[in-house]
């Protein structure tokens, strides 16, 4: 039995350690050019909790296409769900799609 605990408690540490870790620096996946500076604010907006109430972590953000000026991205959250944002270097941050399960 304290052998299961054990085994827990350390599965648990790492988990949090491992989620801890992608909050600061989740993974950006980016295949086309921006302008610079624009990456730069996607990696910053991407960091941290979804909110105060919702506690997803970032995991990974994928960048989809630049459009006259705007560039759009998804960004995915642990345990599950994602969000639609995009970015202008004028205008700031927008979500493009709240919160789903995909």
Do not use: R, W
Not at 20 to 29: A, E, G
Not at 30 to 43: D, K, Q, S, T, V
Not at 56 to 85: N, R
């Amino acid at each position: 039995m304290k052998k299961k605990v054990f085994i827990v408690a350390i599965v648990t540490v790492i988990l949090v350690l491992g989620l801890s870790m992608f909050t600061s620096n989740p993974i950006v996946s980016c295949n086309i050019e921006l302008p610079e500076g624009y990456l730069e604010a996607i990696e910053k907006q991407s960091e941290g909790l979804y909110s105060n109430k919702i506690p997803l972590v970032p995991i990974y953000t994928t960048v989809y296409s630049f459009i006259d000026g705007k560039v759009f991205y998804t960004i995915h959250y642990f345990p599950i769900g994602t969000v639609g944002m995009s970015y202008t270097a004028y205008d700031g941050y927008n979500i493009e799609k709240p919160l789903t399960n995909q």
